[in-house]
């Protein structure tokens, strides 16, 4: 019987990814991509309830997270930084990268203080390619 694709089959060596948005076509996108080729490493999870993410890549024990600031409640500045802190807090080993919009001004601006701060790992732009995501992904 296959899994879901949202769920992915644990190999050896898998790393288990979060992706965190309320965007299901890019979630199901990132995770069937990444459940047709094993030899990324990464066993995906869609975590498509931003306000329940960080008990769920708690209870999962997530290594990285994608976090798409495009879509969903994490809009402010505020509730960004406080969302990127209970990561760090919960689950601590966790990578962070961020999806934002190229013409957010106010999102960049975010994402570069949280990386100063340390409250994540990297931001690349939404519109970006998928080779240049996983290249990321790859260098955290």
Not at 49 to 57: E, G, K, M, S, T
Request: proline share 6%; hydrophobic share 40%.
């Amino acid at each position: 019987m296959m899994q879901p694709p949202y769920w992915g089959a644990k190999g050896p060596g898998m790393q288990k990814i979060g992706i965190i948005t309320i965007n299901k076509v890019l979630a199901q996108s990132l995770s069937i991509h990444f459940n047709n080729n094993p030899d990324f490493g990464y066993e995906p999870y869609q975590l498509l309830n931003p306000r329940q993410a960080v008990l769920d890549a708690e209870v999962i024990g997530i290594d990285l997270a994608v976090v798409d600031v495009v879509d969903g409640p994490l809009k402010s500045a505020a509730q960004l930084l406080e969302f990127c802190g209970q990561m760090r807090e919960k689950v601590p080993g966790c990578k962070m990268l961020l999806l934002v919009s190229q013409d957010d001004k106010t999102g960049q601006g975010t994402a570069m203080g949280a990386k100063r701060r340390m409250l994540i790992d990297g931001y690349i732009f939404s519109d970006t390619s998928l080779d240049y995501l996983l290249a990321k992904l790859s260098a955290l």
